[in-house]
């Protein structure tokens, strides 16, 4: 699909998208209680509906109501799926489910797109060694065989969060106790605090005894519950964007307690606004394009702690720099760092392109209500916000939409 995006002062009022974390984390939860949950908010992307047809393969049932979804836990230790798990794009899901899988005991392949095996997966590789369970990568899958039981783990959390809440996840489901020690540096820990909100919700004991280690009560497994998924920070970024841009843009539905690590955009805009700043995003790496978005249209700035961004949907940062180079912006990549020159800010005088990425396709669109100009690819969105072109159409800024083909 590709758009075109007028130039305009976006105005009004919009809600933020649902949070596809948390709905990851409930869902999961959900799916291992033994009875009946209730999820509301959970929002329509590509990403959950991964996972909720990952947990249906494992036996979990789901019921939809808009987006309301009702949940029958199955019990995932006597699991016996007679298909891969196909995990689109999703890192999360990919992630999050390998430890659970594992609980069964039985030979599970956990499938998705090409460039989702792309991304690390050696801290679970590691694990397989020291713990004999069996764990093979091969192309666009992974094959696995437990079962995974209590103890001690020791994981590195300097790739992602991911692969400590989804050890968190199973290990919770085991009769005894167990420990998971986080080798540092500890990255996006804000996300660790969210799958442990979402845990203690239904019934977990998890918690942390001192800064890198994290003790998980056996014995008692999840409580089905009923809950509601906040709204998201990282969504609603884009949206926020528009105001540091010379817009006037109300976001509804976000908690202001919230847990969540995007929560700073707030500040990152505002040090965007006033000169040349330093931010580090090793903890928000979501944040990174639209916040390079934004520099670019600015004064720049300079951004640590973007290695990860290599090992996303796509090279966000080398992505960006390619897409804000049509802008007459320059941007230094380097090994941990992006540094953003708005030499010439411009309107791009060629399409801009998607890179099959939702964050580069509305972080571009954001620069667009500046300039006008077209994206192609813009279908990625659908990803995570499929609805984000709607909510820019009711802030004022005319959006054409037309098929590729």
Same mark, same amino acid.
């Given at each position: 699909?590709?758009?075109?995006?007028?130039?305009?002062?976006?105005?009004?009022?919009?809600?933020?998208?649902?949070?596809?974390?948390?709905?990851?984390?409930?869902?999961?939860?959900?799916?291992?209680?033994?009875?009946?949950?209730?999820?509301?908010?959970?929002?329509?992307?590509?990403?959950?509906?991964?996972?909720?047809?990952?947990?249906?393969?494992?036996?979990?049932?789901?019921?939809?109501?808009?987006?309301?979804?009702?949940?029958?836990?199955?019990?995932?230790?006597?699991?016996?799926?007679?298909?891969?798990?196909?995990?689109?794009?999703?890192?999360?899901?990919?992630?999050?489910?390998?430890?659970?899988?594992?609980?069964?005991?039985?030979?599970?392949?956990?499938?998705?797109?090409?460039?989702?095996?792309?991304?690390?997966?050696?801290?679970?590789?590691?694990?397989?060694?020291?713990?004999?369970?069996?764990?093979?990568?091969?192309?666009?899958?992974?094959?696995?065989?437990?079962?995974?039981?209590?103890?001690?783990?020791?994981?590195?959390?300097?790739?992602?969060?991911?692969?400590?809440?989804?050890?968190?996840?199973?290990?919770?489901?085991?009769?005894?106790?167990?420990?998971?020690?986080?080798?540092?540096?500890?990255?996006?820990?804000?996300?660790?605090?969210?799958?442990?909100?979402?845990?203690?919700?239904?019934?977990?004991?998890?918690?942390?005894?001192?800064?890198?280690?994290?003790?998980?009560?056996?014995?008692?497994?999840?409580?089905?519950?009923?809950?509601?998924?906040?709204?998201?920070?990282?969504?609603?970024?884009?949206?926020?964007?528009?105001?540091?841009?010379?817009?006037?843009?109300?976001?509804?539905?976000?908690?202001?307690?919230?847990?969540?690590?995007?929560?700073?955009?707030?500040?990152?805009?505002?040090?965007?606004?006033?000169?040349?700043?330093?931010?580090?995003?090793?903890?928000?790496?979501?944040?990174?394009?639209?916040?390079?978005?934004?520099?670019?249209?600015?004064?720049?700035?300079?951004?640590?702690?973007?290695?990860?961004?290599?090992?996303?949907?796509?090279?966000?940062?080398?992505?960006?720099?390619?897409?804000?180079?049509?802008?007459?912006?320059?941007?230094?990549?380097?090994? &941990?760092?992006?540094?953003?020159?708005?030499?010439?800010?411009?309107?791009?005088?060629?399409?801009?392109?998607?890179?099959?990425?939702?964050?580069?396709?509305?972080?571009?669109?954001?620069?667009?209500?500046?300039?006008?100009?077209?994206?192609?690819?813009?279908?990625?969105?659908?990803?995570?916000?499929?609805?984000?072109?709607?909510?820019?159409?009711?802030?004022?800024?005319?959006?054409?939409?037309?098929? &590729?083909?």
């Amino acid at each position: 699909m590709r758009v075109e995006i007028t130039p305009g002062t976006p105005s009004g009022t919009v809600s933020a998208p649902n949070s596809k974390s948390m709905a990851h984390r409930m869902l999961i939860c959900a799916a291992l209680a033994k009875g009946k949950s209730v999820i509301h908010g959970v929002p329509e992307c590509d990403d959950v509906t991964a996972t909720m047809s990952c947990l249906s393969l494992l036996g979990a049932r789901f019921e939809y109501n808009n987006d309301t979804v009702t949940v029958y836990g199955t019990d995932v230790c006597n699991a016996s799926p007679i298909q891969a798990l196909y995990c689109k794009e999703s890192g999360s899901t990919l992630r999050f489910l390998i430890p659970v899988c594992l609980l069964c005991g039985k030979n599970l392949l956990l499938t998705g797109a090409e460039s989702l095996f792309k991304r690390p997966l050696d801290a679970y590789a590691e694990l397989s060694r020291e713990k004999g369970f069996v764990f093979s990568q091969d192309g666009n899958s992974v094959m696995l065989k437990g079962p995974i039981t209590a103890g001690e783990y020791r994981i590195s959390g300097s790739v992602s969060s991911q692969f400590i809440s989804g050890l968190l996840f199973a290990l919770s489901l085991l009769e005894k106790d167990s420990v998971v020690n986080i080798i540092p540096p500890v990255v996006s820990r804000p996300y660790i605090e969210l799958t442990l909100q979402a845990l203690k919700e239904f019934g977990v004991d998890a918690r942390w005894t001192d800064d890198h280690t994290i003790s998980v009560k056996g014995g008692k497994g999840f409580v089905p519950t009923e809950t509601t998924v906040e709204g998201d920070y990282s969504g609603a970024s884009f949206y926020a964007a528009l105001n540091s841009l010379g817009g006037n843009v109300n976001i509804l539905g976000l908690r202001e307690d919230s847990l969540q690590g995007d929560k700073i955009y707030e500040k990152h805009f505002a040090l965007l606004q006033q000169g040349i700043p330093t931010v580090h995003i090793g903890d928000c790496p979501d944040l990174g394009p639209v916040l390079f978005a934004v520099a670019s249209a600015k004064y720049g700035g300079v951004f640590n702690g973007t290695s990860r961004l290599r090992f996303k949907e796509s090279d966000r940062a080398s992505a960006m720099a390619e897409e804000l180079k049509k802008f007459g912006v320059s941007v230094a990549v380097h090994e &941990d760092s992006v540094v953003v020159y708005p030499v010439e800010f411009r309107k791009p005088q060629e399409p801009l392109y998607g890179h099959n990425d939702h964050r580069i396709v509305m972080s571009l669109a954001v620069l667009l209500t500046l300039t006008g100009g077209t994206i192609e690819g813009a279908e990625a969105i659908s990803k995570s916000f499929p609805h984000f072109f709607e909510g820019l159409s009711s802030l004022g800024i005319e959006v054409k939409y037309y098929d &590729d083909k």
